[in-house]
T-cell receptor
Framework: NAGVMQNPRHLVRRRGQEARLRCSPM?????VYWYRQLPEEGLKFMVY????????ESGMPKERFSAEFPKEGPSILRIQQVVRGDSAAYFC?????????????FGQGTRLTVV | GIQVEQSPPDLILQEGANSTLRCNFS?????LQWFHQNPWGQLINLFY???GTKQNGRLSATTVATERYSLLYISSSQTTDSGVYFC????????????FGTGTSLTVIP
């Protein structure tokens, strides 16, 4: 059973470009979470999705950031018009049950660098 | 929101030594996990331990939910244990997200 797969592992974007980060949850998991880790900090919650639904986006910046988890395919975290402050590691996690009632498995992260 | 405090913030060990890392949290939780972030940034799941004790090789963990703390024990440390150890909790009744502590940075020297 493959783990949570994130791609790309590293992404470099110029200011003003768009960044698309992908996350394929573990087989059988329909709950996906995105977290952001700024340099020298812990992980901060961004958004919680189930298939085709955003359940909790209380940690998402109000502008430029969006997330989706379509019926088919991976979850996507999209950042429009990136700025230097968006440089961070973005982690995706999945679990088989709602909320945090079960163990969450984390992917290896996507490291976004904005130049 | 819930506060998660980890101690010590930094730890340097000689290879072969044992250590105990602590995680205190300020409210009741229904989920607690320990992670190791290696020097390459990868986040590795160690334990899912909302209560009780678990062991996996040289690592073990204990959570005393009623007293709101968890301990991670590392025995016979190796250089590959270096990295940052995070505790993450999810409060009861608000359970959509994990709150991460600020981590313990461990360096094991040969």
């Amino acid at each position: 059973n493959a783990g949570v797969m994130q791609n790309p592992r590293h992404l470099v974007r110029r200011r003003g470009q768009e960044a698309r980060l992908r996350c394929s949850p573990m087989k059988g998991h329909s709950h996906v979470y995105w977290y952001r880790q700024l340099p020298e900090e812990g992980l901060k919650f961004m958004v919680y999705l189930q298939k085709e639904n955003i359940i909790d986006e209380s940690g998402m910046p109000k502008e430029r950031f969006s997330a989706e988890f379509p019926k088919e395919g991976p979850s996507i975290l999209r950042i429009q018009q990136v700025v230097r402050g968006d440089s961070a590691a973005y982690f995706c996690a999945s679990s088989p049950l709602p909320g945090t009632e079960a163990r969450a498995f984390f992917g290896q992260g996507t490291r976004l660098t904005v130049v | 929101g819930i506060q998660v405090e980890q101690s010590p913030p930094d730890l340097i060990l000689q290879e072969g030594a044992n250590s105990t890392l602590r995680c205190n949290f300020s409210d009741s939780v229904n989920n607690l996990q320990w992670f190791h972030q290696n020097p390459w940034g990868q986040l590795i799941n160690l334990f899912y331990i909302p209560s009780g004790t678990k062991q996996n090789g040289r690592l073990s963990a204990t959570t005393v939910a009623t007293e709101r703390y968890s301990l991670l024990y590392i025995s016979s440390s190796q250089t590959t244990d270096s990295g940052v150890y995070f505790c993450a909790v999810s409060p009861k009744n608000t359970g959509n997200q994990f709150y991460f502590g600020t981590g313990t940075s461990l360096t094991v020297i040969p």
